[in-house]
């Protein structure tokens, strides 16, 4: 059985969530730099694209887990921060579907991010456009 939880706007919901995290870790790290502690590293990895989500396992042991493509290139792109020095990388897949969903708030969203070009990533033969933010 395939269930579709599609709604409008979840590529650009995903988007405002990953800034939304940056932000904070960066206020947290504000003040964690006046106390004299560390700051924290954060890197972040969106796609956009089919999962399997829900319990795997058996009784013994049961875990939540999201699976597929989608998830690997997520992960492949969070490791891409790094190497570009950035706190956030997506993919143009997920930039299509904001651009797709085309409200005025979504559309502005964009702006905040920069073209990283075609990227190569571990495992994948096709390489994909990135953007950074």
């Known amino acids: 059985m395939v269930l579709r939880l599609l709604r409008p706007r979840d590529a650009a919901n995903a988007l405002r969530c990953g800034r939304a995290m940056l932000a904070d870790i960066e206020e947290w790290n504000a003040a964690r730099r006046e106390t004299g502690a560390e700051p924290i590293k954060v890197s972040i990895g969106l796609h956009y694209g089919s999962v399997v989500l829900g319990d795997i396992g058996?009784?013994?042991?049961?875990?939540?887990?999201?699976?597929g493509d989608a998830v690997n290139v997520a992960s492949r792109l969070e490791v891409l921060t790094r190497t570009l020095g950035v706190g956030m990388v997506t993919s143009d897949d997920l930039v299509t579907a904001i651009r797709h969903d085309a409200d005025a708030d979504s559309i502005e969203l964009l702006s905040s991010l920069d073209s990283a070009g075609v990227q190569h990533l571990r495992g994948r033969e096709e390489p994909i456009t990135a953007w950074t933010c």
């Open 58 to 67: 058996s009784e013994r042991r049961l875990e939540y887990a999201v699976l």
